[in-house]
């Protein structure tokens, strides 16, 4: 059984947070050097306002805390890109204890839902590369009839994959777009903050295994 | 950074509060402070006007807020899109019970936010209908008209569905003369220099002294060419042949014309644009109608201009004249 | 040198022709191209108003010609000032029969030309009475006022002579409230770069990064002090204190404030500075009537800007606030 | 006698045009660096004017002639300065054949025209101290019952001293007059002008004495 609570999201704030200079740095490598800065204003406010409520928030209502953030003071891409993915958790995680599965079928949703905002698709180097690869990653595993533990891995080890896969791909969306060929070479920087996400749940998830 | 500012990351929030101070019989703020609305707005039964996008393009975008032109803004970081959030604030500002038509730029974040405020405004029973510029003919080639960046242009399809709503057209008639207008309309930006977000300090990318990038974005999204700066009358024909290869305009046409700075460049200069292009006009027969120029639609202190033509019917004319006052663009 | 110019000794040429064409509706040129008068000059029986200096200050000098403004314009090469000649032709095309008022900016070439033109006009029997602008307090002390030069104050001189004559002022009566206008108005610039001169090629002369230049002059006259660049609050208030100490103003004054870009200063940063302005003449009990912002006295390329303010009377007041017309300055 | 000409000018003008690029540096040392450009712009467009003319204008004609292009064509303040320079020399070397005490009169006159426009004076780092210079040694010369030739040195050794004499000064007008004591050093670009004037007439002059 995956147990859920608000610490594994205030996690994914930490990680996200900590790596602000490195997220800028990559974006800036091939766009505009803001990605650490939208992404660490908008989990440091949203970790604020979970740690303010007491008593502590369930998963499902820090996830949709972390989405409400997003879409109401972060612009750019990642308000409504972020915004989406962790509003549709908190639509399907909505209890403590689940299986894998459940949280296969999660972020399955926030990837469909995804794509109706955005019309980057895999191997347009964003962060669509990270979230794609980790499902299939994550769905073979549960065909494989793979336990908790496994798939979880599995969907950690997908991300890293598609994350990694950026480096060489030429980026069709975002402001890296105009580099066209130019972009090769380097990490995209959505795909990195997406791999951190992903990660970070799955070691929180991982550690409170029963 | 030679900057005349306070804290690079309140650089919006401050130039906003001078603004709205500065112009308070043009318009106010809101409750959410990154939406100012129109001193007009909301007028019964009239058709709200919003736009957005991202800060450092001054007077764009709240340079356009007043009277027959935008009714409300949502405001962005510097060169990031407002939030999902300030796009429906500035819907719900401008709603007069008429409908709103969200005019604004072809950009990934500009999209997604209008698209999630959209729906936040349809939960709430008000109807926004939107139009999505794309006359940068630099970022695109025709047969991806879609991809199309949205630059200066912008202004012409405000000025003219901000009258068209002051005359009273319903919504899906201020979405069809807004379209039509966009559809009209074609820029090409050249930039001759960098320029430098306050938040991150230093140049957003490098332009080599003696080099010019035609097709630039303004946001300083790479161009279709880097090439050694020419003449005036050299840069503007380039300019006008990147605009003419679409085949829009043809001999005979009426147009306006719109030259805007991209922020450090002088404006005579942009006065010796307008000198050239008269001349190649003239010889394409083609008549100006209207012209605007100045530092209209901004990236920061770039050097460079940028290049708008509108094809005009009569109806279109009509509109681009007619009174209107605001801060970034006023008809008499 | 980033610049979008044809021959660079053609600079103005070629930007006055592109701009008299661009602007049919208010002015016109003369048989002088180094003049152009507003298309309601001469008015029989109205002062005329007149004004000239260098090219480089754009909208200064030609983007204040228009209606109740100023009637024609002298115009100088880059940075210097018009002939006698030009300002001679202008004073005859601003002539209207009740004589002229020649309101220009404290420098020598501007001072001898006008010298120079004057007695052509006077063997005319044209009468030609002068104000000279010397706004700019950092450029010498209150005790040789006389050596200051003049500069953005010089449009709030020009609106109200402007006003004046629209109104039926006679030649002495528009001189005399000319004269008073700029008696009560001061102005001061800060300096964060340097500005290039297209027929020189290179820097006008040098601000280090990171440091900025207290009181320079828009030619980039050397200021009173370098210093680090500071916020934008404490480079308002060292404007501020800068003008207050010539104890002009006081508490219970009415003012208008005019805050100018040096011309690569994005205008975000005015009103950031606007924003700070007004706190400090609050707390100085000094209200802001009137305000105008953006770049409206340039030095071509420069970062930077100017702050000038005005006391006002009532017949200033009312003068400012009359209905005027130009690219420059347009109130409604 | 002293015999002039039309040719006169024309060498001062040849001499300015080709100093222009010399003029301009050193007006860029202190001020704004277009002295060469003001000068040249001038003298070009009069010497034109005067070699169009046949048959060819007197001396106080092709003077009159650089004094009007410099009233109506160059602005700043060397159309009005030397325009009133030109002029006054114009209405007063109304002969061609002259003892060199004319010449020193109509300097004299010139001077004091000048004055009477601008409110430099002598010891302000301006063409100002080559001109009184060249008259106060000039009329020493006169003093002393001097040749003609005599006097004429006088007057060019004269300019050179007062042109020397301004690099030690602090500018007091125009646009180097700000920089104060950082004006120090520098040779004044007007007066630089003014002793390529006065040598090269002189010169000019000397060559053609019988
Ligand atoms: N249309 C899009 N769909 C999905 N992801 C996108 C899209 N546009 C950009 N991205 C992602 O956003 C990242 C950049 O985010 P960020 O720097 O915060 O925003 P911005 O591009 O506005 O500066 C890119 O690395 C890319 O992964
Ligand atoms: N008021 C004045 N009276 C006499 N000479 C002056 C005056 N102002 C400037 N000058 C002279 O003019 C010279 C500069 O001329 P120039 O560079 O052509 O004009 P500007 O100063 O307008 O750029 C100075 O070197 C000085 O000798
Ligand atoms: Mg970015
Ligand atoms: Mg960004
Ligand atoms: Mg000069
Ligand atoms: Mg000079």
Redesign the interface.
């Known amino acids: 059984m995956i147990i859920l609570s608000c610490e594994n999201l205030i996690k994914v704030a930490n990680k996200i947070i900590e790596s602000k200079q490195y997220l800028s740095d990559l974006d800036?490598l091939i766009a505009?050097?803001?990605h650490g800065?939208?992404m660490a204003k908008g989990f440091s406010m949203a970790k604020e306002q979970i740690l303010a409520c007491s008593p502590a928030p369930s998963f499902a209502e820090s996830s949709e805390m972390i989405a409400s953030t997003?879409?109401?003071?972060?612009?750019?891409?990642m308000?409504?890109?972020y915004?989406?993915i962790f509003f549709s958790l908190s639509e399907v995680l909505d209890r403590d204890q689940i299986e894998a599965v459940a949280l296969y079928n999660a972020f399955k949703f926030a990837n469909e839902e995804l794509m109706d905002?955005?019309?980057?698709r895999k191997g347009d180097k964003t962060l669509m590369d990270t979230l794609a690869c980790a499902l299939e990653s994550m769905s073979l595993a549960i065909a494989d009839d793979k336990s908790d533990p496994e798939i979880l891995a599995a969907f950690s080890e997908g991300a890293k994959q598609g994350w990694e896969s950026t480096k060489e791909m030429v980026a069709k969306?975002?402001?890296a777009s105009?580099?066209g060929e130019r972009s090769i070479g380097v990490l995209d920087a959505g795909a990195t903050s997406c791999y951190l996400i992903i990660s970070t749940l799955v070691d929180s998830i991982v550690a409170d295994l029963d | 950074m030679q900057r005349l500012i306070n804290r690079p990351d309140e650089v919006v929030e401050d130039s906003v509060r001078g603004y709205v101070k500065a112009n308070q019989h043009l318009l106010s703020s809101t409750d959410n402070p990154r939406v100012i609305k129109s001193n007009w707005s909301p007028t019964k039964g009239k058709v709200g006007i919003v736009t957005g996008g991202g800060s450092g393009h001054e007077p764009a975008f709240i340079g356009y807020v007043g009277k027959n032109l935008v009714d409300a803004v949502a405001i962005g970081e510097i060169f990031s899109s407002p939030s999902a959030k300030h796009f429906a604030d500035a819907m719900r500002a401008a709603n007069g019970g008429a409908g709103v038509a969200c005019l604004y730029g072809n950009y990934a974040g500009d999209n997604m936010n209008v698209k999630m405020a959209v729906k936040m405004l349809k939960r709430e029973g008000i109807e926004v209908k939107t139009v999505v510029a794309n006359d940068d003919v630099a970022s695109a080639p025709l047969d991806e008209k879609h991809k199309r960046r949205g630059v200066a242009g912008e202004i012409l399809m405000w000025k003219v569905a901000g009258a068209a709503a002051a005359q009273g057209y319903d919504l899906d008639q201020v979405i069809a003369v807004a379209q039509k207008a966009i559809d009209n309309t074609l820029s090409v930006g050249i930039g001759l220099s960098s320029c430098t977000i306050p938040d991150v300090g230093h140049p957003n990318f490098n332009i080599d002294p003696g080099k010019m990038e035609i097709g630039i974005g303004h946001h300083g999204e790479p161009g279709v060419s880097v090439e050694d700066i020419c003449s005036a009358d050299v840069a503007t024909r380039k300019m006008l042949d990147t605009i003419l290869h679409d085949e829009l305009f043809a001999s005979g046409d009426e147009v306006v014309v719109l030259i805007s700075g991209l922020g450090a460049t002088p404006i005579n200069e942009l006065y010796i644009v307008y000198d050239s292009l008269c001349d190649m006009l003239d010889a394409h027969k083609i008549t100006i109608e209207e012209n605007f120029i100045g530092n209209l639609f901004t990236s920061l202190d770039m050097m460079g201009a940028t290049l708008t033509m509108m094809k005009l019917d009569d109806e279109l004319k009509q509109l681009v004249q007619a009174p209107c006052q605001s801060t970034g663009l006023s008809k008499f």
Chains 1, 4 share one sequence.
């Open positions: 800036g505009d050097g803001d800065i939208n997003l879409f109401n003071d972060i612009g750019g891409s308000g409504p890109i915004g989406t905002i955005s019309e980057a969306f975002g402001r105009r580099l």
